[in-house]
Nanobody
Framework: QVQLVETGGGLVQAGGSLRLSCTAS????????MGWFRQAPGKEREFVAA????????FYADSVKGRFTISRDNAKNTVGLQMNSLKPEDTAVYYC?????????????????WGQGTQVTVSS
């Protein structure tokens, strides 16, 4: 059974930083791309960032480009999201997800396993 567990959420002031981490188990982690999504209250889940199976390629939503960095450690089965220069509009529940394929995707339907989510709150 595949499990994804996110950690690292919390409350931070605008301009601050947080690092999210997601640990995967139950499948060959290095065979699949990984992604981060987020969902704010009253809004649909949206794509944040993705990384291919090897970690050599990444892709970001325009809203976080230049502020967030996605990375992975295949030896530790982890994917991280470093979030800098946080804004109140970044407040959301952040989800880690495992893609069905090794290449990146921005649509949620491509991802077949999801974590439980971790809350990120940015105060102004």
């Amino acid at each position: 059974q595949v499990q994804l567990v996110e950690t690292g959420g919390g409350l931070v002031q605008a301009g601050g930083s947080l690092r999210l981490s997601c640990t995967a188990s139950g499948r060959t982690f290095s065979s699949y791309a990984m992604g981060w999504f987020r969902q704010a209250p009253g809004k649909e889940r949206e794509f944040v960032a993705a990384i291919n199976w090897s970690g050599e390629r990444t892709f970001y939503a325009d809203s976080v480009k230049g502020r967030f960095t996605i990375s992975r450690d295949n030896a530790k089965n982890t994917v991280g999201l470093q979030m800098n220069s946080l804004k109140p509009e970044d407040t959301a529940v952040y989800y880690c997800a495992s893609d069905r394929f090794p290449t990146m995707a921005v649509v949620a339907e491509r991802y077949d396993y999801w974590g439980q989510g971790t809350q990120v709150t940015v105060s102004s």
